[in-house]
């Protein structure tokens, strides 16, 4: 909209403007963003000008832009064109409905943690954990059967997304647990503690040598070597510090790599299976919002 | 009937404006122009610029402005390499389409 136009013609701007107005506003109600309410409008205002200028010999005048205006599509018909384009924005899931196991997929794990938690009488903890193998394998199965059925269906279905999440989450959860049990047995602290107890001992060890070492020397320089020697006693703190059990010798010789890579695996699978369990919620509430039914196919 | 051929225009928009696209960039306006040349495609701005301002938002198309001789400053549009990937699939499905109409046509046929 240059001054330049303004003032060659302005009859026919002030026309066009009210036209442009109208048509922004059905666009500002029907959703649509500032910068492509500005494309739209500077489109139509290029067309009823290049229209205009076609027509008249010399510069546009109203009759001219009123006649151009009366053809081009009423303001009110804006509304369709970019509510159409707001449906096809929609996600996937309203349009076309989930497939119903990638939907089981993702609602299985959660049972099983629920049943977990819940007292399974006297068997308690193992009988937890054969539910939690039994709805892993469960969500799993569904997972597979959700995506091939997704892939293979006649109608469209969405919730591949869904099932890829059921089936990922318990495997992830397990491992991440398991990664935990054995990362237990491996922590940094445990290992530096076992390292500084054998260093100790090591040290006490050397210091003993040496006192005894020394000792034996002066008793052959007094005594001579066929009078026996008996080494100065030791007490009991001084025994204990010298003693390293085998465990902490087995710690201390581990390498610090190996927790070190296992506390990441944690760290990665723990927000791998977080990722999931929100994205898998954030999608299922999606669905709900949008009013879907599993079952609704395209 | 007019309500079926409605539907099944709007439902080949996308398809049709990518095409019209697929060997040269044009403005708004000229677009309209170059799909409504042909007979039975009857598509109007309050159709077409929306989904071309959808289709830059998608990165379906690319635009670049030019000096107008009469009006603002026209905004050349031009695929992508996304778009036409899309272009591509898009053609794909109505060929499909297509060809299973004819298939069963045939098959229809005593």
Redesign the interface.
């Known amino acids: 909209?240059?001054d330049q136009?303004t003032s060659e013609a302005p009859d026919a701007r002030s026309l066009l403007d009210e036209h442009l107005d109208a048509v922004e506003r059905v666009?500002q109600e029907t959703g649509?963003?500032r910068s492509?309410r500005q494309?739209?409008c500077?489109?139509?205002?290029?067309?009823?000008?290049?229209?205009?200028?076609q027509r008249a010999d010399a510069e546009p005048g109203p009759e001219h832009m009123r006649m151009v205006l009366a053809e081009?599509?009423?303001p009110a018909?804006?509304m369709?064109?970019?509510e159409?384009?707001k449906a096809?924005?929609q996600p996937l899931l309203a349009a076309r409905g989930v497939h119903p196991f990638a939907l089981c997929s993702l609602l299985v794990p959660p049972v099983g943690f629920v049943l977990m938690l819940t007292p399974l009488g006297p068997r308690g903890e193992s009988a937890g954990a054969v539910v939690l193998i039994v709805l892993g394998c469960l969500a799993l199965l569904f997972g597979v059967l959700g995506i091939r059925a997704i892939r293979q269906a006649p109608q469209r279905y969405s919730g591949t997304l869904l099932a890829v999440l059921g089936l990922l989450l318990i495997p992830l959860i397990m491992l991440n647990v398991t990664a935990f049990l054995l990362g237990g047995d491996m922590d940094l602290t445990g290992i530096r503690r076992a390292q500084a107890r054998v260093e100790v001992a090591r040290r006490y060890r050397q210091t003993r040598e040496r006192l005894v070492e020394f000792h034996r020397e002066r008793h052959i320089k007094t005594h001579g070597r066929d009078v026996a020697f008996t080494p100065p006693s030791i007490s009991a703190e001084e025994r204990d510090a010298m003693t390293v059990t085998r465990a902490d010798e087995r710690r201390a010789a581990r390498p610090m790599m190996l927790p070190i890579l296992v506390h990441g695996i944690i760290i990665v699978l723990a927000a791998l299976s977080s990722i999931a369990a929100i994205a898998g919620t954030y999608t299922l509430c999606r669905l709900g919002a949008a009013g879907c039914s599993p079952r609704e196919p395209a | 009937m007019r309500s079926w051929v409605s539907q099944l225009r709007?439902g080949v928009?996308?398809l049709v404006v990518l095409t019209a696209l697929q060997h040269e960039e044009a403005?708004?306006?000229e677009l309209?122009q170059r799909i409504n040349r042909h007979d039975g495609l009857s598509l109007?701005?309050?159709?077409v610029?929306?989904?071309?301002?959808?289709l830059?938002?998608d990165g379906l198309v690319g635009v670049r402005a030019a000096p107008?001789?009469?009006?603002?400053p026209?905004?050349y549009y031009a695929l992508t390499q996304a778009g036409i990937r899309r272009l591509e699939a898009m053609m794909q499905e109505w060929d499909a389409v297509a060809e299973a109409v004819r298939q069963l046509q045939k098959e229809e046929t005593p």
Request: hydrophobic residues 25%.
């Open positions: 909209m240059s136009q666009l649509v963003s492509e494309s739209i500077e489109e139509v205002e290029g067309q009823a000008w290049e229209i205009a200028r081009m599509d009423d018909a804006y369709e064109g970019a159409g384009g096809e924005q | 709007k928009t996308e403005y708004g306006y309209l109007t701005e309050s159709t610029y929306p989904l071309l301002a959808r830059k938002r107008s001789p009469s009006g603002p026209r905004r």
